[in-house]
């Protein structure tokens, strides 16, 4: 697609419950991440993908946070047994591999998912 | 350790300038972005430095020192549009390419 596009834009669930969070990247990007978002805060870095390299994994909060891209492409981040304190935006964001050379310097976000748990 | 800082709000007046600095401490550096976020949006890419000196682009101007671990953003002829946050962030480089974030800074620019 044009942009990075994710899904849903607006999700409530209920405290207890799983929810999933999609992404589908800038096409032929391959360097993705996940950020969090809660009100009037920065941006919490959560994961990144690059390629088929091992994801850098450290930002996840808890063990109820994972996150898979399969193919390459499509991310899918999963929050088990959501709590009240998920509540934000789920920011994705995909750029070319970074490289000294200036490839992957231009990190381009999606309009981001925003879960809230009741 | 990952540290960014950036002060939290400014203001402004249209048509004037204003600059935002930001410092930064990090385990490797490759790269330092500036974004810009209205409210309720994702944020959009306004400039990426990685070597010493000044980038500018429009209205936008973004300056860099790795021996400092300080960049700036220079706002110029300021919009009512420009009401914004604006985030500092740093790629840390090396196995991985996270992109650190700072909390943003607040800018509101008065008639």
């Known amino acids: 697609g044009a942009g990075v596009s994710q899904s849903p834009s607006n999700k409530v669930t209920e405290k207890g419950k799983d929810v999933e969070l999609r992404c589908d990247p800038i096409?032929?990007?391959?360097?993705l991440y996940w950020y969090r978002q809660s009100l009037g805060q920065g941006l919490e870095f959560l994961i990144y993908?690059?390629?088929?390299?091992?994801?850098?994994k450290s930002g996840l909060p808890s063990d109820r946070f994972s996150a898979e891209r399969t193919g390459g492409s499509v991310s899918t981040l999963t929050i088990q047994r959501t709590q009240q304190e998920d509540s934000a935006v789920y920011l994705c964001?995909?750029?070319?591999?970074?490289?000294?050379?200036?490839?992957?310097?231009?990190?381009?976000f999606g309009e981001g998912s925003w879960l809230t748990v009741v | 350790g990952q540290n960014i800082d950036q002060p939290t709000e400014m203001t402004a007046t249209e048509g004037a300038i204003v600059q935002i600095n930001c410092t930064y401490q990090?385990?490797?550096?490759?790269?330092l972005f500036w974004y810009q976020q209205h409210a309720g949006e994702a944020p959009t890419f306004l400039s990426y430095?990685?070597?010493?000196g000044l980038e500018e682009k429009g209205r936008f101007s973004s300056f860099l020192s790795r021996s400092k671990g300080y960049s700036y953003l220079l706002l110029k002829e300021l919009q009512m549009k420009d009401s914004a946050s604006y985030l500092c962030a740093v790629r840390s480089g090396g196995a991985t390419n996270k992109l650190i974030f700072g909390t943003g800074t607040l800018l509101a620019v008065q008639p």
């Open positions: 430095n990685v070597l010493d």
């Open positions: 990090t385990s490797g550096f490759n790269g």
């Open positions: 096409s032929g990007h391959t360097a």
């Open positions: 964001a995909s750029s070319l591999a970074p490289s000294r050379q200036g490839r992957g310097n231009t990190i381009y």
């Open positions: 993908f690059q390629g088929n390299s091992a994801p850098d």
